[in-house]
Nanobody
Framework: QVQLVESGGGLVQAGDSLRLSCAAS????????GGWYRQAPGKERELVAS???????NYADSVKGRFTISRDNAKKKMYLQMNSLKPEDTAVYYC?????????????????WGRGTQVTVSS
């Protein structure tokens, strides 16, 4: 069964940077479109950034100019570069993606979720 796995979270100070990565288990699944979400304690999960299959991106107002979503050229990984982190960015970050088989280009599924990675920003 295909799984999405996030990595790169951690504890940082305000103003620091982190880069989150998301990839499907195995090495044969690619990401067509997807997004990064976050959920802080007591709050609903919110969309932080998204990228379409053609590479167009969109960001929540709260992260515009600080965060950048991207994919690698092979489309096997999706990233979230987070700069100038603030304490209010503290949350569990999840990736969500539509997947396809890299070689055959056949759709592998829509809307897969990772288990999340914790980002904590201290003041």
């Amino acid at each position: 069964q295909v799984q999405l796995v996030e990595s790169g979270g951690g504890l940082v100070q305000a103003g620091d940077s982190l880069r989150l990565s998301c990839a499907a288990s195995g090495n044969t699944i690619c990401i067509s479109a997807g997004g990064w979400y976050r959920q802080a304690p007591g709050k609903e999960r919110e969309l932080v950034a998204s990228i379409t299959s053609s590479g167009s991106t969109n960001y929540a107002d709260s992260v515009k100019g600080r965060f950048t979503i991207s994919r690698d050229n092979a489309k096997k990984k999706m990233y979230l570069q987070m700069n100038s982190l603030k304490p209010e960015d503290t949350a569990v970050y999840y990736c969500n993606a539509d997947l396809y088989a890299c070689r055959s280009l056949l759709r592998a599924g829509y809307g897969y979720w990772g288990r999340g990675t914790q980002v904590t920003v201290s003041s």
